[in-house]
């Protein structure tokens, strides 16, 4: 009894830094995205019904599996300004995550909202540089990004926007672009392109819980093509892997015989995109992702709608001239 006990507290323990953490998604746009200033609004559903162990099956840590169900439906902020060789943005996500697990061992019904842990991140660019700086044609903006505490959190639930108490994240990302064609991606048919991303989260420990979550590794590549002069269409692939959670300065987390969550996880999803302009200075993405291999992970889909508008250099302050 003692031990079913200590295994549910360390899965749910777990569970709170699979379950609260940002979604991995495909956006990859900051190699190509022109000068000037946007604000995004990221519009995002996310659902999951069951819990993967390390061979992709149902997880063998829980009993229940079958009333098991993730949900998550965010809204993420997203100013971006865009120079010639640098980009800065911040991302703020709002929303709602919810888990229904009520005959499931180390996982109860609970909810979390409003606001999740804000990102701030800075990339340097070669677009707009020399062919020296540009080998091969291909456009790349390296960047850091660093996540703060700021959202909803509660240790006693498994429910969490925010990471908790000193959970802060670095990111070390690469972005890139490969266009083969010359000139606009737009205006006439089967303009093809490759874009893709890879990055590292290095995160910290969260001292309210005495767990510091693993560190995990995203990667994406897209290729697409233009449809006539305002719409691209591609599909994406997406993964992670993802470190064990580490406990007390470094230990590792037990495991036990079973299989969960505080193991190595991974994850692999694909689907479509689409990137629309309505006008000139407002235009639309969307995305649809389905996991299709998953393992110490949840699995399920992910579909997002990524509102833009866009003021080019010639409309703000520092665009102006005399």
């Given at each position: 009894m003692v031990s079913r006990i200590l295994k549910s507290f360390v899965v749910a323990m777990s569970l709170v830094f699979v379950l609260n953490s940002s979604p991995a998604v495909a956006g990859h746009f900051e190699?190509?995205?022109p000068q000037g200033l946007w604000m995004e609004v990221w519009m995002f559903h996310i659902e999951s019904n069951n819990l993967t162990g390390s061979k992709g099956g149902d997880s063998k840590a829980f009993v229940g599996q079958d009333n098991f169900?993730?949900?998550?439906?965010?809204?993420?902020?997203?100013p971006v300004l865009s120079g010639k060789y640098f980009i800065f943005d911040v991302q703020v996500p709002i929303g709602k995550m919810k888990i229904d697990g009520s005959d499931v061992i180390g996982v109860h019904d609970t909810d979390s909202a409003y606001l999740g842990?804000?990102?701030?991140?800075?990339?340097?660019?070669?677009?707009?540089?020399?062919?020296?700086?540009?080998?091969?044609?291909?456009?790349m903006a390296p960047g850091i990004g660093v996540k703060f505490p700021t959202g909803s959190y509660d240790k006693k639930r498994l429910a969490n926007l925010g990471g908790g108490h000193d959970q802060y994240d670095v990111t070390l990302?690469?972005?890139?672009?490969?266009?083969?064609?010359?000139?606009?991606?737009?205006?006439?048919?089967?303009?093809?392109?490759?874009?893709?991303?890879?990055?590292?989260?290095?995160r910290f420990e969260n001292r309210a819980v005495d767990v510091k979550p693993g560190n995990v590794f995203n990667w994406n590549i897209g290729v697409n093509t233009s449809l006539g002069s305002n719409l691209r269409v591609g599909w994406d692939l997406v993964g992670n892997v993802k470190e064990y959670d580490r406990k007390c300065g470094g230990g590792k987390l037990p495991t036990y015989a079973y299989d969960?969550?505080?193991?190595w996880g991974s994850k692999v999803s694909t689907g479509p995109t689409m990137y629309w302009i309505l006008t000139q200075n407002f235009h639309l993405g969307a995305v649809a992702l389905v996991d299709i291999d998953a393992r110490n992970q949840t699995k399920g889909y992910m579909g997002y709608l990524r509102w833009y508008y866009y003021w080019d250099?010639?409309?703000?302050?520092?665009g102006k001239k005399g």
């Open positions: 190699a190509t995205i169900k993730f949900r998550l439906n965010q809204i993420m902020l997203r842990d804000i990102k701030v991140n800075a990339w340097i660019r070669n677009e707009n540089a020399s062919a020296a700086w540009r080998p091969l044609g291909i456009n990302d690469f972005r890139f672009s490969k266009f083969f064609f010359e000139g606009n991606p737009f205006g006439e048919s089967w303009k093809w392109a490759i874009e893709g991303d890879v990055n590292y989260v290095y969960n969550l505080s193991r250099n010639s409309r703000l302050p520092w």
